[in-house]
């Protein structure tokens, strides 16, 4: 079954809250939450053990999925496969692996994702394992070494950078042949001014072509929600599942965007 899960930033116990409320509040379908696991200098936020015990105590995505980002890079691959266990015995449906940006970009991290998978054996029972797909980089990053994780049975789903553009899809039929369309999580987001646009095009390599045109910041938001909406349209058709990141826009863009997406052309 076709499953949208939203992708909230885990600031605090209280702010996560009051955001789940919010959406909840809103008149939108979805099935679960989506969780990073996020490290910055300076700036604290929750650890996904911190979300486990949330959910364990009931204060935390009630009646929903819930989706945790593990990053591997801190850790050696047997304590990123003690961590995915733990989170298998507590409430958790889908354990993220990512490798996580570093703070040196200059330092190869100890332990990618891959790595971890190569230390896993056999399927982890009671969560799923999903790993991140590079939709931007040359071949998808590692993905061929994902791939290898997806044959064995190991890994069950993805979740993709955001697609900014319909056209992106047009590279999924060849590149996730190993995994059901619903177990395909698309990445859905908008940008809300110039600034944002320019970060993904060259922090994350996405080619200008795909992000929304314009000159005037509410311009760019304007075609950017436009360009959300028409892409997670063509993703249901498609019959894939995705996330929506909500990231700096407003919870009002956010209901935009579903309403839109629910009342514009069949393709």
Known sequence: ?????????????????????RVESMNIAFQGYNLPELKRPK????????????????????????????????????QNI???????????????????????????PATCAHNVLE???????????????????????????????MQRGIVSATFTQPVFHPQVLETF??????????????????????KSRDYWQTMNNVPSKYLPSGEADDTIRR?????AADTLKLVRQQGYSAYVMLMRGSLEDL?????????????
């Open 43 to 78: 700036t604290s936020f929750l650890t996904p053990e911190q979300m486990m015990a949330m959910r364990q105590q009931g204060e935390l995505a009630r009646g929903k999925k819930l989706a945790l980002h593990l990053r591997t890079q801190e850790r050696d691959v047997a």
């Open 119 to 149: 230390g896993i054996q056999a399927p982890i029972e009671n969560i799923e394992l999903a790993v991140g797909a590079d939709l931007y980089m040359p071949e998808w990053g590692r993905w061929r070494r994902k791939n290898e994780a």
């Open 255 to 267: 209901q935009e965007i579903f309403a839109t997406a629910e009342n514009i052309r069949e393709y």
């Open 1 to 21: 079954m076709q499953e949208t899960y939203i992708e909230l930033v885990p600031r605090s116990g209280e702010s996560l809250q009051t955001d789940m409320q």
């Open 223 to 227: 075609n950017s929600i436009s360009q």
């Open 173 to 194: 039929t060849e590149n996730t042949r190993y995994l059901s369309p619903e177990k395909i999580y698309a990445g859905i987001t908008w940008v809300t001014n110039g």
């Open 82 to 108: 003690d961590r995915i266990h733990h989170l298998a015995h507590h409430g958790v449906d889908i354990a993220l692996l990512v490798t996580g940006d570093a703070f040196d970009p200059t330092q190869e």
